[in-house]
């Protein structure tokens, strides 16, 4: 149990171009889900933190214009990168929280943003 | 920001051998949780420990929480080449999970 897809693993795109990222909790209804970015061979930066039916909480130096996210289900959320520049090419991973409040998280496969 | 701190960061042992990861935090804590990121993939959740645990086991891994010293280790022991992958504590911090910079670990056959 506890799987989270997410969807494309990997998308390249040209500049200008905006491109969605999908985040899907198969077999349990997320409350929260959370999407960071990890360049290479760093750590994952919290970007920012989605609750259902409400809107995301970005952290601090994160455009919100620039990456949208919606959470319109309890099983859905979704990051779209606007307007995208080669700089915004990294690893974009989200996670998800159950109603169950589990302590742990769990975690998409992950989607590699290529902007060319 | 980044909520834990960990070394080393890159870490390169042979088939057999123990690794040991260490993770120190800033703030209080509720637990401390270990997860595992192969290339280019997700992470998966490795263990858990609570505030009030001093060490817990799990398979080959042994996790260990100082709370005086705000930090953790993780022993993976007799390691094999699957274990290569890099591991990264986290640190629930107002709701969100915050992680570390993470260890490169490579386990060569």
């Known amino acids: 149990g506890a799987v989270v897809s997410q969807h494309p693993s990997w998308v390249i795109c040209k500049s200008g171009t905006s491109v969605k990222i999908e985040c899907r909790s198969l077999?349990?209804?997320?409350?929260?889900m959370f999407w960071y970015r990890q360049f290479p061979k760093q750590s994952l930066m919290l970007m920012a933190t989605s609750n259902e039916g409400s809107k995301a909480t970005y952290e601090q130096g994160v455009e919100k214009d620039k990456f949208l996210i919606n959470h319109a289900s309890l099983t859905l959320s979704t990051l779209t990168v606007t307007s995208a520049h080669p700089e915004d090419s990294s690893f974009y991973i989200c996670?998800?929280?159950?109603?169950?409040?589990?302590?742990?998280?769990?975690f998409g496969q992950g989607t590699r943003l290529t902007v060319v | 920001s980044q909520q834990g701190e960990e070394d080393p960061q890159a870490l390169s042992i042979q088939e057999g051998e123990n690794a040991t990861m260490n993770c120190s935090y800033k703030t209080s804590i509720n637990n401390l949780q270990w997860y595992r990121q192969n290339s280019g993939r997700g992470l998966v959740h490795l263990i858990l420990?609570?505030?009030?645990?001093r060490e817990k086991h799990s398979g080959r891994l042994r996790v260990t929480l100082d709370t005086s010293k705000k930090s953790s280790s993780l022993l993976i022991t007799a390691s094999r080449a699957a274990d290569t992958a890099s591991y990264f504590c986290a640190a629930p911090q107002g709701g969100k999970l915050i992680f570390g910079q993470g260890t490169e670990l490579s386990v060569k056959p």
């Open positions: 420990i609570r505030s009030n645990e």
């Open positions: 077999d349990f209804q997320a409350t929260t």
């Open positions: 996670s998800a929280r159950d109603r169950e409040a589990r302590l742990e998280a769990f």
